[in-house]
């Protein structure tokens, strides 16, 4: 079992970045960030396989970077030009190797409890 846990989100202007992190007790080849807006369903940000290679959303391209660090299994966002509609819990996730690693919430096998981003105009 892993377990992941979340920090770095809070309350920021509208404009301004963030880098949110992710610690995992262990590791895991395919890792990714979703998030929940209220009212609204879990939605992929961005995903990382154990090679590097990287998935988007849509919405993510440009602003959004997802790094992870290997040596102590660490996981980061990092948003730039934070907009309210980016206001939500961000969720940390993570899942084997060999299959599917991208923006659908498949093959995840571990999640976090989430950091809360508030975004205001």
């Known amino acids: 079992q892993v377990q992941l846990v979340e920090s770095g989100g809070g309350s920021v202007q509208a404009g301004s970045s963030l880098r949110l992190s992710c610690a995992a007790s262990?590791?895991?080849?395919?890792m990714g960030w979703f998030r929940q807006a209220p009212g609204k369903e879990r939605e992929g940000v961005a995903a990382?396989?154990?090679?590097?290679?990287?998935s988007y959303a849509v919405f993510a391209k440009g602003r959004f970077t997802i790094s992870r660090d290997n040596a102590d299994n660490t996981l980061y966002l990092q948003i730039h030009s934070l907009e309210p509609e980016d206001t939500a819990i961000y969720y940390c996730?993570?899942?084997?190797?060999?299959?599917?690693?991208?923006?659908?919430?498949?093959?995840?096998?571990?999640w976090g409890q989430g950091t809360r981003v508030t975004v205001s105009s």
């Open positions: 990382i396989d154990s090679d590097g290679s990287t």
């Open positions: 996730a993570g899942g084997g190797g060999g299959g599917y690693c991208g923006t659908l919430p498949l093959n995840f096998y571990y």
């Open positions: 262990g590791y895991t080849a395919c």
